[in-house]
T-cell receptor
Framework: AQKITQTQPGMFVQEKEAVTLDCTYDTSDPSYGLFWYKQPSSGEMIFLIYQGSYDQQNATEGRYSLNFQKARKSANLVISASQLGDSAMYFCAMKKHNTDKLIFGTGTRLQVFP | GAVVSQHPSWVICKSGTSVKIECRSLDFQATTMFWYRQFPKQSLMLMATSNEGSKATYEQGVEKDKFLINHASLTLSTLTVTSAHPEDSSFYIC??????????????FGPGTRLTVL
């Protein structure tokens, strides 16, 4: 069975600092995709970054980067230069090969303080 | 872009009534739409996968007679919560993909519908 684990229910970071949100996954499929989404208090899910299991390089999107360690089955999200607007829930998710279904982790609430 | 809308954004209803939630892809044709449920401070749980012109596929533990899904066109899927009860109160989110199973097909999420059953 596939599973996504986010062990940090909450994280605090000071503005302009970097923060790492942890995500580990479990799957027996050789091909899969990993996603990170941001959910502000308004509720919409905002796509941040994607990493394919066969991608050679770690994904980056602006201030977001994904620290993909395949052997450890981890896909941590790094947010550089945190901004107050980054305060939100962050969900890690996994997509199985040959399906568009997403399995979500329990989320991490990030609070950025001045 | 790829915009998905949901209507209504929030609804309050009496116990025993039925509520319909619409999910529309505004600027693309969505071959597949997904319905999720999110309880307060919890994660998104997939309820069902909806394909245009065919019956929805429900996840284990989701009552298909309780949560009726109709995917009438490539831009519209509806979720009807029948005979709603207070325990059905939740945040319902839909998403849509543009199609194909190969590679990475991003899910575009709607803004969600908050259902409160009194």
């Amino acid at each position: 069975a596939q599973k996504i684990t986010q062990t940090q229910p909450g994280m605090f970071v000071q503005e302009k600092e970097a923060v790492t949100l942890d995500c580990t996954y479990d799957t027996s499929d050789p091909s899969y995709g990993l996603f990170w989404y941001k959910q502000p208090s308004s509720g919409e899910m905002i796509f941040l970054i994607y990493q394919g299991s066969y991608d050679q390089q770690n994904a980056t999107e602006g201030r977001y980067s994904l620290n993909f360690q395949k052997a450890r089955k981890s896909a941590n999200l790094v947010i550089s230069a945190s901004q107050l607007g980054d305060s939100a829930m962050y969900f890690c998710a996994m997509k199985k090969h040959n399906t568009d279904k997403l399995i979500f982790g329990t989320g991490t609430r990030l609070q950025v303080f001045p | 872009g790829a915009v998905v809308s949901q209507h209504p954004s929030w609804v309050i209803c009496k116990s025993g009534t039925s509520v319909k939630i619409e999910c529309r892809s505004l600027d693309f044709q969505a071959t597949t739409m997904f319905w999720y449920r999110q309880f307060p401070k919890q994660s998104l749980m997939l309820m069902a996968t909806s394909n245009e012109g065919s019956k929805a596929t429900y996840e284990q533990g989701v009552e298909k007679d309780k949560f009726l899904i109709n995917h009438a066109s490539l831009t519209l899927s509806t979720l009807t919560v029948t005979s709603a009860h207070p325990e059905d109160s939740s945040f319902y989110i839909c998403s849509a993909t543009k199609g194909g199973l190969a590679g990475y097909n991003e899910q575009f999420f709607g803004p969600g519908t908050r259902l409160t059953v009194l």
